[in-house]
């Protein structure tokens, strides 16, 4: 226990005189927490939709006036011909085309089914998918109101309809921002204790000082912790100052208990350290270090589901994002921090991340080699 | 610090005790034997030095019996411990200072003792009275509280030395340790090591510089991994004919075929 | 010209001697291509949800068939306490839940009217409006059955075609950005980093005073990241039109041009940023914070670049790769020609020289 209380020391001494980790540790959380959300917003306004009215009948346009005044389309353009919007569509200027045909109305009034055709953009598949969506319940929405008008005038009993009343739960203005925020905070715990973790051992290799370790007595397991518990405190801390600028700059106060949070990081960290120690244990240079750490980070975060929803994936992509670890910080810190979730709904979570952090830190202090 | 559990008290024991036993030591890495079957015995007390072309197996050698490095074959025991099952061992009883400066640039020269000598085991007694009696002796009583980035580089040698043997170590490993540094410093530092040996710790030096070669007890000359002989300084001149260490090593080295 | 080979061959030594960095870097866009080819995707679909039924009546039992039958939905839970709501929520087993209120099918009959409550979790605010127009959908399709059994009078088809990209899948958006993102990763990062390393080992300064031309120096330090980004460009896209299926509908050979154009963007800037610093921490940094951040952030495939801030908006005119992805898409995915690209392809070339002047003008201070 004296090692490891000389082992703290030296490396706190190191770390609180090193410029770069301390940036590292204040600025980046700052910066970040405060761009990253602006600009990760998949909020979805303003779909940008060019129209070709060939019909130009009282129906076409109130069909048009119904979707402008639903607030989610901008109408960018009114053309003569398919192509002609079409080519919006190529040049971005419009996200979805909306053809009204010939005789539209024509035929829906006399009883064939009026045609309506929609276009989307589906390159930008969360546009695509949203645009799409409102479009059809807007028109589908007019076509009732249309059946109820002809039909009652027509004297035929008014039709049932049901209404469709909705809430939302935990994000009341549906404000992205609010979803994005512990996302991102997540990922900046991740990568500060990653980064910070794997490139520690490769510099004392590089410069040669980890020799002078190897020839004393020194045990392999208390040299481990040694590097271990620093990192974990700055992680720690990454993640109070982070909760504290997001208490700042978005309103976002834990739903949940702050102590369960605490408690999940705690475990977390532990996790990723170690991943960062096993990394630098392998890794000669710093350099050989960074990219094989950034590798694994890409793809732990991208099958995080931070930016898109794990749902969605196939079998064998669901079954890799459990061997993830981001992807439970990312659940975990969504379902305490918004929805306030208890112990016992993310305690599996919890129980899967030690085990990875026993596993990774094992493997580094087996991997770690005093002799060659 | 307990003396070593299985050596007894150094002080009782006689002049003669070998301390480094090495016998047909080999390390080999892939088809390179960098290490080939050496064999030397090193005494309580004496100055070895093992010299050798760049590239002859010196610091590979070096590392086996630190315990920095596990040998291939051959067997060999430091202060009593074997390299093979007992290195942690062997690491509580020696002292290392390698080609690279290694202590820590970003450290004061304080914290760098009461570092190493926390790893080592001193006690805070210990590392109090060692520190202030250190830095006396070194005359860095200006410098304690400075980074050791910041000093000459003499000095950090004399400093990394006299870390090396904080612990008094049976044995203190040097590699190359007076490289790159000015004739005085050089002449301060062989009288360290000398002060070092009078208590009764062995040195064992690798260097490149021949005068120096003539301050230890007996010399190695290793080429192309073997060691190719091994004596006292005079007695080598003596056998190769030579008026100094230069042209003994000459003659041996000249064969040489490894060299970078 | 032979002396430039000879360094040439020099730092191709170097290049492929780190085995562990040249598995990354060509491992990178193949494992990138296979996670955002076949893991990734934009639609919300298979989303766990909860029924509150409290009717159970022939109606709401048809319209749960339908959602059950929809591949957007996994009726996962059957709550019949509606106060399990939140707990349902808190544990993630569902994203909406679906309320209906008791003698669902008698008020439909005879008040013609019957309310339909949905509880989305809202914290993903996409996918809860998504899911709820999937259910609005549903039920106004099952009306649709009820007014009309018979015929489907003054009924309005709706035909909706996906563009480019019918199954909604990341791929289209992040081929490019993938390009973008690899290109950077190598010639920033790895130019910046490694002619730092030779300047930290002092190894720079012997071969700047070699009477060797310093410009040549460079030069030839860039060269084998240009081959290896060449390469990983052809790697890419063989790898998105075989496995992907994903078609280069545009000229193979612009889409190569321009690629060419964006490396030696790239390597600019790497060289500048390696003049620039003097240790290997730092020019990380720099490349991570300053160029990959903002390729990330500002290059539009990730991030919309239209729903940012307007200060953030015109940020993202001054980053290289936001043009490059412009480009890569209406080339590789709309398949137009260079007349409709010519505008980017022209500030991506004006951004470069900009570059090359600076890193030059700062290379001569270095030297003088």
Redesign the interface.
């Known amino acids: 226990m004296r090692t490891i209380r000389f082992l703290l020391q030296k490396e706190f001494r190191q770390i609180f005189r090193n410029r770069v980790i301390l940036a590292m540790i204040v600025v980046m959380p700052t910066v970040q927490l405060l761009i990253l959300p602006l600009a990760a917003d998949y909020e979805v306004r303003n779909v940008n939709l060019a129209v070709v009215d060939r019909d130009r009948s009282p129906y076409s346009q109130k069909l048009l006036s119904d979707i402008t005044s639903s607030g989610y389309f901008r109408l960018v353009s009114y053309d003569d011909s398919y192509d002609e919007s079409y080519k919006r569509i190529e040049s971005d200027e419009a996200d979805l085309v909306l053809e009204v045909p010939d005789h539209f109305e024509r035929d829906l009034v006399s009883g064939d089914a009026g045609k309506l055709f929609v276009a989307v953009n589906a390159i930008n598949g969360t546009k695509a998918n949203l645009g799409g969506a409102y479009l059809n319940v807007i028109i589908q929405r007019f076509n009732r109101d249309i059946q109820v008008d002809l039909l009652q005038t027509g004297n035929v009993p008014s039709i049932p309809s049901i209404v469709l009343t909705s809430s939302n739960w935990f994000n009341v203005h549906l404000n992205y921002r609010i979803f994005m925020v512990p996302g991102i905070l997540s990922i900046l715990v991740t990568m500060i204790g990653g980064f910070l973790s794997a490139l520690n051992i490769v510099k004392e290799k590089e410069i040669g000082t980890i020799e002078q370790i190897n020839v004393t007595p020194i045990r392999k397991h208390h040299f481990i912790l040694g590097k271990l518990i620093p990192f974990w405190v700055l992680g720690n801390i990454v993640f109070s100052i982070g909760m504290l600028i997001s208490w700042l700059a978005y309103g976002i106060v834990p739903a949940g208990n702050l102590l369960l949070l605490y408690s999940f990081i705690g475990v977390y960290l532990l996790c990723v350290l170690g991943l960062g120690l096993l990394v630098s244990t392998f890794c000669d240079t710093q350099q050989q270090a960074m990219f094989i750490m950034f590798f694994f980070m890409m793809i732990f975060i991208l099958m995080s589901g931070l930016f898109t929803s794990t749902d969605g994936m196939p079998d064998w992509a669901k079954a890799l994002t459990r061997a993830n670890p981001v992807y439970y910080l990312v659940d975990v810190m969504r379902m305490v921090v918004l929805k306030g979730s208890r112990f016992a709904d993310i305690a599996g979570h919890m129980i899967t991340v030690a085990a990875f952090a026993v596993v990774l830190n094992s493997l580094a202090v087996f991997n770690y080699r005093k002799a060659n | 610090m307990k003396k070593g559990s299985s050596g007894g008290d150094i002080n009782m024991m006689p002049a003669t005790t070998t301390v480094i036993e090495a016998h047909e030591l080999t390390k080999k890495f892939g088809d390179f034997i960098a290490t080939n079957a050496i064999t030397l015995n090193v005494y309580r007390g004496e100055i070895f030095g093992f010299l050798g072309a760049n590239g002859a197996g010196k610091t590979t050698a070096m590392r086996m019996l630190?315990?920095?490095?596990?040998p291939t074959s051959g067997s060999a025991t430091i202060a009593g411990f074997d390299v093979y099952r007992q290195?942690?061992?062997i690491?509580?009883h020696?002292?290392?200072m390698?080609q690279?400066?290694?202590?820590?640039?970003?450290?004061t020269v304080l914290?760098n003792i009461?570092?190493?000598g926390?790893?080592?085991?001193l006690s805070n007694e210990q590392i109090k009275s060692k520190s202030s009696d250190l830095i006396k002796r070194l005359g860095l009583e200006k410098e304690a509280k400075s980074?050791v980035a910041t000093l000459p580089l003499g000095w950090k040698q004399k400093l990394a030395f006299s870390v090396a043997v904080l612990h008094d170590p049976r044995v203190v490993f040097l590699d190359e340790p007076t490289g790159g540094v000015d004739p005085v410093t050089r002449r301060q530092f062989w009288e360290m090591i000398y002060a070092a040996a009078d208590s009764g710790v062995t040195v064992f030096v690798t260097t490149h510089y021949m005068d120096e070669a003539e301050y230890c007890n007996r010399i190695s000359i290793m080429v192309d991994g073997k060691i190719e002989a091994l004596d006292e300084p005079s007695r080598l001149k003596q056998k190769y004919n030579a008026k100094s260490m230069e042209e003994v090593f000459y003659v041996l080295a000249r064969g040489a075929r490894r060299s970078d | 010209m032979k002396r430039f080979a000879t360094f040439l061959r020099k730092e191709f030594a170097h290049v492929l001697r780190d085995r562990k960095t040249l598995l990354i870097l060509f491992g990178m866009p193949v494992v990138q291509i296979l996670i955002f080819g076949f893991a990734l995707t934009n639609e919300v679909s298979n989303a766990r949800i909860a029924i509150v039924d409290q009717s159970n009546d022939n109606a709401t039992r048809r319209i749960i068939e339908r959602l059950s039958a929809s591949r957007y939905f996994d009726i996962t839970e059957t709550i019949t306490d509606p106060h399990q709501m939140t707990s349902v929520f808190r544990s993630g087993n569902a994203k909406l839940v679906i309320v209906f209120p008791v003698q669902f099918e008698q008020r439909l009959a005879h008040d013609n009217t019957a309310e339909v409550q949905v509880l989305a979790d809202a914290s993903d605010p996409n996918v809860a409006t998504t899911l709820t127009n999937y259910v609005n959908a549903v039920l106004l399709d099952y009306q649709q059955e009820l007014s009309s059994p018979n015929a489907p009078a003054f009924s309005i088809k709706t035909e909706m075609r996906m563009l480019y990209n019918p199954q909604l899948k990341g791929v289209h958006n992040f081929v490019p950005g993938v390009m973008a993102l690899v290109l950077m990763l190598v010639c920033v990062m790895m130019t910046a980093v490694s002619i730092v390393r030779e300047k930290e080992m002092g190894t720079m300064e012997v071969l700047l005073v070699s009477p060797f031309q310093p410009l040549l120096v460079m030069i030839s330090k860039a060269v084998p990241y240009l081959i290896l980004s060449i390469i990983n460009v052809i790697s890419i896209l063989l790898l998105s039109v075989y496995v992907l299926h994903l078609p280069v509908n545009g000229s193979l050979a612009l889409l190569m041009a321009e690629s060419i154009l964006f490396i030696i963007t790239c390597l600019t800037i790497g060289i500048f940023i390696s003049v620039k610093t003097s240790s290997q921490q730092v020019a990380m940094l720099i490349s991570l914070m300053g160029m990959m951040l903002p390729t990330i952030l500002f290059s539009g495939f990730m991030f919309p670049i239209e729903n940012m801030p307007i200060p953030l908006q015109i940020i993202s005119n001054i980053v290289p790769a936001k043009w490059y992805y412009i480009i890569v898409k209406s080339v590789m995915i709309k398949g137009l020609g260079f007349s409709d690209i010519w505008k980017e392809t022209l500030i991506l070339a004006g951004l470069t020289l900009f570059m090359m002047a600076l890193s030059l003008k700062n290379f001569k201070i270095r030297l003088a």
């Open positions: 630190c315990g920095l490095s596990v290195r942690e061992q690491k509580k020696i002292g290392y390698s690279k400066f290694s202590l820590y640039d970003d450290l914290e009461q570092f190493f926390g790893i080592y085991g980074l």
